[in-house]
């Protein structure tokens, strides 16, 4: 699976963004779907996670309630959701694919996309 995100930028606080996740080379049903970031000088961190179906999600603690994981499988997309981003949500966004679903660490992920810088200035 070969994954390529896209949709970061420079925002303000309060404000939102929607980051993509294009697949290639598998059909992306098949696979469960998350979201991680890495601030500088931070480690990575689990931020979403999705099914193949779309039909269960998690979240971590720190965006419930603010950013929204879906994906479109006819599309072979998967999107992020962020809404009310907060200084602390900038980040470099990476997102991932493995084969079953309920992982949240980043090493049970086998397929990565290269990052999407998310920048919020307060």
């Known amino acids: 699976v070969q994954l390529q995100a896209s949709g970061g930028g420079l925002v303000q606080a309060g404000g939102s963004l929607r980051l993509s996740c294009a697949a290639s080379g598998r059909t992306l049903s098949n696979y469960a779907m998350g979201w991680f970031r890495q601030a500088p000088g931070k480690e990575r961190e689990f931020v979403a996670s999705i099914s193949g179906s779309g039909g269960g999600t998690n979240y971590a603690d720190s965006v419930k309630g603010r950013f929204t994981i879906s994906r479109d499988n006819a599309k072979n997309t998967l999107y992020l959701q962020m809404n009310s981003l907060k200084f602390e949500d900038t980040a470099v966004y990476f997102c991932?694919?493995?084969?079953?679903?309920?992982?949240?660490?980043?090493?049970?992920?086998?397929?990565w996309g290269q990052g999407t810088q998310v920048t919020v200035s307060s």
């Open positions: 991932a694919a493995r084969r079953r679903w309920g992982a949240t660490q980043g090493r049970q992920f086998d397929y």
